[in-house]
Structure formats: C-alpha cells, structure tokens
T-cell receptor, first 114, second 118 residues
Framework: AQKVTQAQTEISVVEKEDVTLDCVYE???????LFWYKQPPSGELVFLIR??????QNEISGRYSWNFQKSTSSFNFTITASQVVDSAVYFC???????????FGAGTRLFVKA | DTGVSQDPRHKITKRGQNVTFRCDPI?????LYWYRQTLGQGPEFLTY????????KSRLLSNRFSAERPKGSFSTLEIQRTEQGDSAMYLC????????????????FGEGSWLTVV
C-alpha cells in the first residue's frame, strides 16, 4: 500500500524565516513520482514540483528547495526567507510510475506572519 | 494553456436533491480525474478516465455517484439524493499520457466545486 505522511499539521513563522515542511512516504514500488502542491485560501491546488524516484538530486527554484532522500523515504520542502504570500496548505503526494492514483498527505498549513 | 475549469464553483443544495458538476480538462490531456477533499484533509481519489473510458472507481464512490466523460473531453460528476456527508470540495484534474515529457504523471487541478448539503 502507498502512504504519504505529513506529520506537521500547522507551522507558524515570522516573515523572512526559513521553514521546512516534512514529507515521508511509503511504497512498495521501485519507480514512482513525488510531488508538492500548494493550496492557497482560494482553494486551487497549484503544482510546484515533480521528482522522479531515479533522481535524488536536490532542486532549487528561487526561494524553494526540495531534498529527496530515498534512504529515508523523505521528500522535504524548504522555503527560504518566507513571505506572507507563502501562507497556504502544502501537500506532498505520490504516484507509482505505472499508476494513475495519486496519493496525498493530509497537508501542512503554513502561516507566515508579517 | 487554458487550465482545468470547473462549474459551478459553489453549490448549496438541500438533502435529497441531485447535483451535477462539470469539468473541462486541459485540452491536450487525455486523462481526467475526480477527487474529493474535506476540511483538513488531502484530496482523495474518486475516479479516473482515460479518454472516454472510466477505468477506475474508488469504493468512496457509492452508487449515488456517477461520472461520465462522453466524448473524451469534458466530464460530469452527478450525486443523486445528496446527504450531508457529501459536503466537500470536488476537484477535477487532468494529465497527459504517463511518461511523456516532463509533465507526465503530473496532475493539474481545477479550482474545485464546493458542495454544501443542508
């Protein structure tokens, strides 16, 4: 069975602080994709990143960076110098390469205070 | 690209009434999904279409729920005899054929349709 765990339900930081959102996953498949989505108050889930299980290179995109560690089944997301506009719920997700059912974690609600 | 669009965005209905939601996927995407999201939870898979064929239905989808994608383009999700437990956001998503390009297996969501059953 596949499972995604986001242990942090809510995180509150002050603007300009760095924050890391944790994601741990379980799967028996050897090939899979991992994702992060952002859900602002408007409700739409916005795709942020896709990571292939073959590629453990960390990725940086502006203030966002992702740390994929297959050995610990983790795919953590760091926001550097957080801004108020980063306030949202963030979801980590998993799908196996041959599948179509993307499994989501319960999400982490991030509050960034000015 | 035009994104995934859903209609209506909000629906309030009385218990026992039928409701229908429509989804227009990204035009070149042949895969379409419906998910349901309740407060404080992540999206839960409901059903999946490849072109016009419905290939998978979750056990969450009781026989009061039916989804169609008649011409492999837009899709509808109907809930008959609504119950208060059906109150949730219904999300539609689409994706291209798996493994193609850098977006394969990535699902793109619409803004969702909020359902409140009173």
């Amino acid at each position: 069975a596949q499972k995604v765990t986001q242990a942090q339900t809510e995180i509150s930081v002050v603007e300009k602080e760095d924050v890391t959102l944790d994601c741990v996953y379980e799967t028996r498949d050897t090939t899979y994709y991992l994702f992060w989505y952002k859900q602002p108050p408007s409700g739409e889930l916005v795709f942020l990143i896709r990571r292939n299980s073959f590629d453990e290179q960390n990725e940086i995109s502006g203030r966002y960076s992702w740390n994929f560690q297959k050995s610990t089944s983790s795919f953590n997301f760091t926001i550097t110098a957080s801004q108020v506009v980063d306030s949202a719920v963030y979801f980590c997700a998993l799908v196996n390469t041959g599948g179509f059912k993307t499994i989501f974690g319960a999400g982490t609600r991030l509050f960034v205070k000015a | 690209d035009t994104g995934v669009s859903q209609d209506p965005r909000h629906k309030i209905t009385k218990r026992g009434q039928n409701v229908t939601f429509r989804c227009d996927p990204i035009s070149e995407h042949n895969r379409l999904y419906w998910y349901r999201q309740t407060l404080g939870q992540g999206p839960e898979f409901l059903t999946y279409f490849q072109n016009e064929a419905q290939l998978e239905k979750s056990r969450l989808l009781s026989n009061r729920f039916s989804a169609e994608r008649p011409k492999g383009s837009f899709s509808t999700l109907e809930i008959q005899r609504t119950e208060q437990g059906d109150s949730a956001m219904y999300l539609c998503a689409s994706s291209s054929e798996q493994g193609l390009g850098r977006t394969g297996n990535t699902i793109y969501f619409g803004e969702g349709s909020w359902l409140t059953v009173v």
